[in-house]
Nanobody, 122 residues
Framework: QVQLVESGGGLVQAGGSLRLSCAAS????????MGWYRQAPGKQRELVAT???????SYADSVKDRFTISRDNAKNTVYLQMTSLKPEDTAVYYC????????????????WGQGTQVTVSS
């Protein structure tokens, strides 16, 4: 299995910035893509940003030009730099990874972190 651990969430005023991190760990695994999703109470989980190995990044229109996703492949870590935060960005942010691992005989699997709370005050 692959474990994902998020960090960096917190409380920030509108217009401020936060940087989220997600580190992947396991006995043996290979990650194809990593991304960030978010979910607010009463809403469905939505895609925020993704980054595929060797491919381009993608962003939801609501965060384009404000958020930046990046990966450090050597550290198996993905980051989400969030700037110009708005109250509408308040949600639990989840890390996601598409990966193959020894535990599943290298078959495709999708993994989720436990989430980190981001709260943006007016």
């Amino acid at each position: 299995q692959v474990q994902l651990v998020e960090s960096g969430g917190g409380l920030v005023q509108a217009g401020g910035s936060l940087r989220l991190s997600c580190a992947a760990s396991g006995s043996a695994f290979s990650i194809n893509a990593m991304g960030w999703y978010r979910q607010a109470p009463g809403k469905q989980r939505e895609l925020v940003a993704t980054k595929t190995s060797g491919g381009p990044t993608s962003y939801a229109d609501s965060v384009k030009d404000r958020f930046t996703i990046s990966r450090d492949n050597a550290k198996n870590t993905v980051y989400l730099q969030m700037t110009s935060l708005k109250p509408e960005d308040t949600a639990v942010y989840y890390c996601n990874a598409e990966a193959r691992s020894r535990s599943t005989d290298w078959a495709f699997a999708n993994y989720w972190g436990q989430g980190t709370q981001v709260t943006v005050s007016s």
